[in-house]
């Protein structure tokens, strides 16, 4: 008797991840070719402006972009996931451990060092903004849909398109005017590692904080509103009422849970974007993050640096993309993982 085949079955998780693997390695070749094989001298992008000719052929020696296009990629593959040597010259070698980002001749330091310095500075940003929003949102969102049509939801209304329409720009530097110029209640912020002083951490990240944090606010608010708005009007909750169910108890146990799922999956996204994406704030006032290092890098044209910041923050969209996902699978349990 021959048994029937069952069709294999790959878990969504793993599935998941099988697919974020798949679109870095993608993400690494897209990034390869416009970087190292579009028109243009690599080897000169990466030394600097002021290098002559010698010291030129030298980093192109150095860097291996005088092989083959696909051995070079494979080497740039391989310190990725093992790390790599590099010619330091007159027989030196220098190795970068993986995740090696490659090396950065005008700072004299490998790219992977220099980007974990500047991390937590983004991190620290990207937490506290990450704070503010969800609560100031997520709260105004919701407000606003239970007080529809009064004079709560259209005072909300405003101040939610106000903060849409003002750039985070031009927030941050009335703020910075208004709190540290003409009121004085904070001097103007100096960022301070969490690790040395704590509260001079915090108060010198208020105004960043509350800077991105306002400015994405407004999108989480009317996500929050609309999403809670379609959630009280589905059937189940209709019948809720109908069985004389309290409107407290809807709102809490069923409106909000299924409100929240998608501001939760956003949340991870815009979070893995802010990783590298908050470069007005951190250059405006001064954080020494990601951000600012890509403008920095750009400035002074150092490829491996403006390289490695563009990975990282590719990967931390990707990455939080795929927790996206699963947060708003495990938020609202109707949703299936495909």
Known sequence: MTLPQLPLRVPPALGRAGGALLVL???????????????GDPARLACGERCNPVQVAQVREQLGLDAPVTVQYLHFLQGLFTGRD??????????????????????????????L???????S??????????????GTGLLSALRRGGITERALTVLTLGATGTPVFVLGLLLLMAVCAYLQWLPFPTYVPLGEDPEQWAWNLLLPW????????AKY????????????????????????????AIITRHAVRGAV??????????FGTMIGGAVLTESLFGIPGLG???????????LPVVVGVVLVIGAAVVVAGAVADLLYALADRRVALA
Do not use: M
């Open 221 to 248: 608010a009317r996500l929050t509103r609309s999403s809670t708005l379609e959630t009280l009007a589905e059937d189940h909750i209709r019948t809720f009422r109908a069985y004389g169910v309290g409107e407290r």
């Open 117 to 123: 310095d500047r991390l937590p500075a983004t991190l």
């Open 210 to 217: 509350i800077t991105l944090g306002v400015f994405e606010s």
């Open 125 to 138: 940003l990207a937490l506290g903004a990450l704070v503010i929003w969800l609560v100031v949102g997520v």
């Open 86 to 115: 590099y010619s330091g010259g007159a027989g030196l070698v220098l190795h970068c451990d993986a995740p090696c980002l490659g090396f950065s001749y005008q700072n004299d330091r490998q790219v992977t060092e220099l980007l």
């Open 261 to 270: 799922a998608p501001v939760i999956a956003l949340s991870a996204v815009d």
């Open 292 to 302: 600012k290092t890509l403008i920095d890098g750009v400035r002074v044209v150092d």
């Open 25 to 39: 390695l993608a993400l690494s070749v897209t990034v390869y070719v416009l970087f190292y094989v579009a028109p």
